[in-house]
């Protein structure tokens, strides 16, 4: 499967942008989708991510009650709704697809198929 991540911009500390993540090649249905960014001279760190049905969403700590996953399986599109940022969510994000079976991972290593990343950028 093929993930196109976008919606990415730069935005001031408080505002909210919604990032989305397009598949192809495969149905979005089969996997479990994640979000992970990667700032400069940092590490990945997960971010999100939800159960192929929807049931099942888990968030960072850095996020929690700020960011919303969600999915649209019909659309073959996975979502991260982000509120409040801040200038440390500045970074580059992933979305991530894993194919294996539950639980869901918050590893990156646990993740099959990559997007390109889109850019968030957050002024103070």
């Given at each position: 499967?093929?993930?196109?991540?976008?919606?990415?911009?730069?935005?001031q500390?408080g505002d909210?942008?919604?990032l989305s993540?397009?598949?192809s090649?495969?149905?979005?249905?089969?996997?479990?989708?994640?979000?992970?960014?990667?700032?400069p001279?940092k590490?990945?760190?997960?971010v999100?991510?939800?159960?192929?049905?929807?049931?099942?969403?888990?968030?960072?700590?850095?996020?929690?009650?700020?960011?919303t996953?969600?999915?649209d399986?019909?659309?073959?599109t996975?979502?991260?709704q982000?509120?409040s940022?801040?200038?440390?969510?500045?970074?580059?994000?992933?979305?991530?697809?894993?194919?294996?079976?539950?639980?869901?991972p918050?590893?990156?290593?646990r993740?099959?198929?990559w997007?390109?990343?889109?850019?968030v950028?957050?002024?103070?």
């Amino acid at each position: 499967v093929q993930l196109q991540a976008s919606g990415g911009g730069l935005v001031q500390a408080g505002d909210s942008l919604r990032l989305s993540c397009a598949a192809s090649g495969g149905m979005l249905r089969n996997y479990i989708m994640g979000w992970f960014r990667q700032a400069p001279g940092k590490e990945r760190e997960f971010v999100a991510a939800i159960s192929r049905g929807g049931s099942s969403r888990y968030y960072a700590d850095a996020v929690k009650g700020r960011f919303t996953i969600s999915r649209d399986n019909a659309k073959n599109t996975v979502y991260l709704q982000m509120s409040s940022l801040k200038p440390e969510d500045t970074a580059l994000y992933y979305c991530t697809a894993d194919q294996g079976p539950p639980p869901v991972p918050v590893v990156a290593g646990r993740y099959d198929y990559w997007g390109q990343g889109t850019q968030v950028t957050v002024s103070s």
